[in-house]
């Protein structure tokens, strides 16, 4: 059973750190691609980051360089370093794998535990 379990959010001030964790098991991490969503009340779901089992990696906002992604194939965990936060980061942040070329859990509709973001200023 694929089972994704998230955790490191809480808050924080405009420009502080976290880094948020995603322990997973019931799959091989490095044949699948893994993503972190983002979504705040009233905002579209947004993929923040992906990586893919090859290891490439997409960033959302890779211009700005305060999300970074990152796996340990040993601990079967997907991180998401982020850095310089801001109060427009405040969001609830899934994790996802792809599984059978859909996401699951569904990170746009509810779906998964999340972690709570929160950025004050």
């Known amino acids: 059973e694929v089972q994704l379990v998230e955790s490191g959010g809480g808050s924080v001030q405009a420009g502080g750190s976290l880094r948020l964790s995603c322990k997973t098991s019931?799959?091989?991490?490095?044949?699948?691609?893994m993503g972190w969503f983002r979504q705040a009340p009233g905002d579209e779901c947004e993929l923040v980051s992906r990586?893919?089992?090859?290891?490439?990696?997409y960033n959302r906002y890779s211009g700005e360089g305060r999300f970074t992604i990152s796996r340990d194939n040993v601990k079967n965990t997907v991180y998401l370093q982020m850095n310089n936060l801001k109060p427009e980061d405040t969001a609830v942040y899934h994790c996802?794998?792809?599984?059978?070329?859909?996401?699951?859990?569904?990170?746009?509709?509810?779906r998964g535990q999340g972690t709570q973001v929160t950025v004050s200023s």
């Open positions: 996802s794998a792809v599984v059978g070329s859909l996401w699951y859990p569904d990170p746009c509709r509810g």
């Open positions: 990586i893919y089992s090859g290891g490439r990696i």
């Open positions: 019931g799959f091989t991490l490095t044949d699948t691609d």
